[in-house]
């Protein structure tokens, strides 16, 4: 028995010999593969989503396939929740390929600010997290992951609704005049209208205003809401200020002295 035992005692450390050189030498190869992330390009789509395009580029220069290839990206907001995601799965990538692709990750700006709405007035960074998830030579799991910042700009930064002024327009009609400016810091154009709606002591909405919006990416805006009010109707208590876009709506109610 003792040859038969010996035998086997020799195969078993070749095996694991085996194992050990062609796991270093699988784990070793990794060094010429290499995931290329390109700096992400932003545009709108027809139904009013942001499209962000995530150029990748694999290049597996190393001594064996990689199998199982899956990169995952989500956008994070200020606290670390993931507000979209996407994944893009490659089931070989052979010695010597090379393989370029865009990762598209669409983002409901609608549902975005109805959850978030300091994204409205706030600029402030987002969080693209990258993950990798592969098997080198086909059967060593490997992962890894990083992250990257992507600005955020407010379309309506530094919102700012002046205090109502009151006069009267003639023998039947009060006007309540409001300032309103802001700057668009959005990846999109804001357009749409703005309404300025007054109330009566009542809650009756007894008068209501608009302005057409058209506010190009990094610009201002600087303007005056009116409202005409009949003076049968009672003096205003309550003012808002009501924003139509195509892309969010937005009310602010607004303070009238003496109510």
Do not use: C
């Not at 700009?153 to 009060?174: D, E, I, K, M, R």
Request: charged residues 10%.
């Amino acid at each position: 028995m003792r040859v038969p035992i010996r035998i086997i005692s020799i195969a078993t450390s070749a095996f694991w010999i085996f194992l050990i050189i062609f796991s270093a030498s699988a784990i070793y190869s990794m060094k010429d593969f290499q995931v290329n992330l390109g700096q992400p390009q932003t545009s709108t789509t027809e139904d009013h989503e942001l499209l962000f395009s995530f150029p990748v580029s694999v290049v597996n220069t190393g001594l064996y396939e990689i199998a199982d290839f899956n990169i995952s990206r989500s956008l994070l907001d200020e606290e670390g929740s993931a507000i979209v995601g996407t994944s893009i799965f490659i089931p070989v990538i052979g010695q010597g390929q090379t393989i370029n692709f865009t990762q598209n990750v669409m983002l409901n700006v609608t549902d975005l600010l109805q959850t978030h709405q300091s994204l409205l007035n706030n600029d402030t960074d987002l969080t693209s997290n990258t993950m990798l998830s592969m098997l080198a030579a086909g059967v060593i799991p490997v992962q890894a992951s990083s992250n990257s910042s992507m600005q955020w700009g407010a379309p309506l930064y530094n919102l700012t609704v002046g205090t109502p002024q009151f006069a009267t327009f003639n023998a039947t009609y009060s006007v309540a005049t409001v300032l309103l400016s802001f700057e668009n810091h959005a990846f999109f154009d804001v357009s749409g209208t703005v309404w300025l709606r007054a109330y009566s002591n009542a809650g009756e909405l007894i008068g209501e205003g608009q302005v057409s919006l058209q506010v190009a990416q990094d610009s201002p805006y600087d303007g005056n809401l009116e409202v005409y009010v009949p003076l049968a109707a009672g003096p205003i208590v309550h003012l808002e200020v009501y924003f139509v876009t195509t892309f969010f709506n937005y009310e602010q109610e607004i303070a009238v002295h003496g109510d």
